[in-house]
Nanobody, 126 residues
Framework: VQLQACGGGLVQAGDSLRLSCAAS????????MGWFRQAPGKEREFVSHIRSFGGHTYYADSVSGRFTISRDNAKNTVYLQMNSLKPEDTAVYYC????????????????????WGQGTQVTVSS
C-alpha cells in the first residue's frame, strides 16, 4: 500500500484547506484510515480517524468541530477538511492506513498504522 498526501499550503488564520490522501493497493475500503501531524520539535500526534467501510469518525479534542475526515472508497482516497485554521495547526500532516480494521483503543497510536504517506506541510500564519 502506498499513500500520497497533498493539499497542504500556506494560509492565514481562519482559512480552510482540504487535504487528500490517495491510496494504491487493495482492500482500501477495509482499512481504517487516519491523519496525524507533527510540528517542529514535537512528537507526532493524532488528528483524526475514520473506520473502514466509511463508518464512524473520531477527532482529537484540538480539532473537533473544525476538521472533518471523510473517505471515498470508489476513489481510494481519504480527505481532511480543515476549517477555521489556527497558527497552532501548523505542522506536517501525514495520512496513515491500517492493515485492516484498527481496534478503537489503538486508533490514536501511530504504531497501530502499518502504512504512512510522505506528509504535506500546512502553515497557518496569524
Amino acid at each position: 500500500v502506498q499513500l500520497q498526501a497533498c493539499g497542504g499550503g500556506l494560509v492565514q488564520a481562519g482559512d480552510s484547506l482540504r487535504l487528500s490522501c490517495a491510496a494504491s493497493g487493495d482492500n482500501f475500503r477495509g482499512r481504517s484510515m487516519g491523519w496525524f501531524r507533527q510540528a517542529p520539535g514535537k512528537e507526532r500526534e493524532f488528528v483524526s480517524h475514520i473506520r473502514s467501510f466509511g463508518g464512524h469518525t473520531y477527532y482529537a479534542d484540538s480539532v473537533s468541530g473544525r476538521f472533518t475526515i471523510s473517505r471515498d472508497n470508489a476513489k481510494n482516497t481519504v480527505y481532511l477538511q480543515m476549517n477555521s485554521l489556527k497558527p497552532e495547526d501548523t505542522a506536517v500532516y501525514y495520512c496513515a492506513a491500517g492493515n485492516g480494521r484498527i481496534i478503537l483503543s489503538e486508533i490514536e497510536r501511530a504504531r497501530a498504522y502499518a502504512y504512512w504517506g510522505q506528509g504535506t506541510q500546512v502553515t497557518v500564519s496569524s
